[in-house]
């Protein structure tokens, strides 16, 4: 920078940041060897980082109310991929975080094997029942801790018969469309029952009052499990009969329980040209960048020049630095508060009330800390 | 639970049982925003504990109630963030819808 006096020296709008500060604060800067001002807790994200320019860096409810932002760029009913603009990255990596492991869903917990010729063991069947998604929203239902009885409040039953037949000399495959809802419960009579009342129903592994039919949400809806999923293969004369219990748990527990098949996000991409680029080194750049995040433009009298037009498209390859001296052209940037978030459910609930949920969570959580100082 | 002394309620360590860094980072950030807060920090003493510290040092107003503070601002931006993507949502299947039609 060219040597000013002091008095000469532009008069900064009140409460703004100087340029420099600025890129600082609120950019990570990506150079060809490693991305630099990532961490924003070096010093400047406290209330008084800038007390001394007279900048207040606070972010309070209010202009974070005025900033923040919530842009949906796709929403089907398995993923969906949206913008948090102006939130900090603490917050996002909560919401991530949440996403994974503390969003209850349903999973098969306990596999009753009645009969299993096939090759596939017995445990190695019951870890891929447990990792079927079950297509129920677990906000109906209850958890169940170990001295509760299973019953219609918080276990789902589902039973698996599959015989491949001797004289059809082919091998067949069960799928997870196979495995049939049983809204009443368990089939399986317990076997240590001194019946002295003949009369009366016999007692099963779950004790169902009443049939989950009959719940308003399942009538016309019975619970599917996510059909396609090869579970075991079985050859002439094997046969499988066995039920699965599903129960409700958290991701952080076992990932069977994961309501996402992953959940991500990344700060938005800034691609910036320092110098015009022209010509020759136009073509060059648009044609280094794999994703076309650059175009020319032709700006009149036959010259050529580089414009970045899709910025959001940059995958941060570095291909467009990694030549010495095209890091004095292009400066790879990315915006702190920007997030790209993508969430992919596995089909219990659909994203957009994955995320809700996930909010929710956290705010039980601040709520629980302050009922546990009061 | 507090570990701080009754002479200076201003500076007291929290230890907070299953919790990790979910809680603990958001609420290290909205601790950092309040300005009388002096110091603020997390440390998690082993990771197969689910168990976090949270360390307040403020400019002499009593730490747990600061922390109660910055507790409840972060349930409202949670829930600022909430209602701002519910919008968010349905505006976009209206647009979708309207497209659509």
Sequence with gaps: ?374 | MEHGSYQDQSASTFSLADEDHTLANSLRFALNQDPRVAVCGYSIPHPSEALVNIRVQTTGDPAKEVLKDSCQDLMMICQHVRSTFDQAVADFKNIRGSESQ
Aim: aromatic content about 6%; glycine content about 4%.
């Design chain 1, 1 to 374: 920078m060219p040597k000013v006096s002091l008095w000469d020296l532009p008069d900064l709008p009140q409460n703004q940041l100087p340029p420099h500060l600025q890129l600082q604060k609120t950019r990570v800067v990506c150079n060809n060897d490693a991305p630099t001002n990532v961490r924003s807790t070096e010093n400047i994200t406290y209330s008084g980082a800038y007390a001394a320019i007279g900048v207040d860096n606070s972010l309070r409810l209010d202009e974070f109310r005025k900033n923040f932002k919530v842009k949906v760029i796709k929403l089907s009913e398995e993923d969906m991929e949206f913008d948090l603009i102006g939130i900090d990255a603490s917050i996002a990596n909560a919401f991530r975080r949440i996403l994974i492991s503390e969003v209850p869903t349903m999973a098969i917990e306990k596999v009753l094997v009645a009969n299993s010729s096939t090759v596939v063991q017995d445990e190695v069947l019951a870890h891929r029942l447990g990792l079927i998604p079950i297509k129920v929203d677990p906000r109906l239902f209850d958890y169940m801790s170990e001295n509760d009885v299973p019953n219609e409040k918080n276990t789902i039953v589902f039973k698996l018969d599959f015989k491949c037949e001797r004289k059809s000399g082919e091998r067949r495959t069960v799928y997870s469309h196979d495995l049939k809802w049983l809204p009443f419960g368990s089939e399986y009579v317990l076997s240590t029952e001194n019946s002295s009342d003949p009369t009366s129903k016999p007692k099963t592994y779950t004790s169902f009052t009443s049939s989950q039919d009959s719940l308003p949400e399942f009538s016309n809806n019975p619970i599917t499990v996510t059909p396609g999923i090869i579970i075991s293969k079985l050859a002439p004369g094997q046969e499988i009969e066995l039920e699965a219990h599903a129960v409700k748990g958290l991701g952080k527990t076992h990932a069977k329980w994961s309501p996402v098949a992953t959940a991500w996000y990344r700060m938005l991409p800034e691609v910036v040209l320092l110098q015009d680029i022209e010509d020759e080194d136009a073509q060059k750049l648009v044609n280094k960048c794999p994703v076309n995040v650059f175009d020319i433009e032709d700006v009149g009298k036959g010259v050529k020049r580089a414009t970045v037009a899709r910025p959001r498209a940059c995958t941060l390859c570095r291909e467009c630095i990694r030549e010495p001296g095209w890091e004095e052209k292009v400066a790879l940037r990315r915006v702190k508060d920007h997030f790209i978030f993508t969430i992919e459910s596995t089909g219990a609930l659909p994203p957009e009330v994955l995320f809700s949920e996930a909010v929710k969570i956290l705010e039980d959580k601040c709520e629980s800390v302050i009922t546990e100082l009061s």
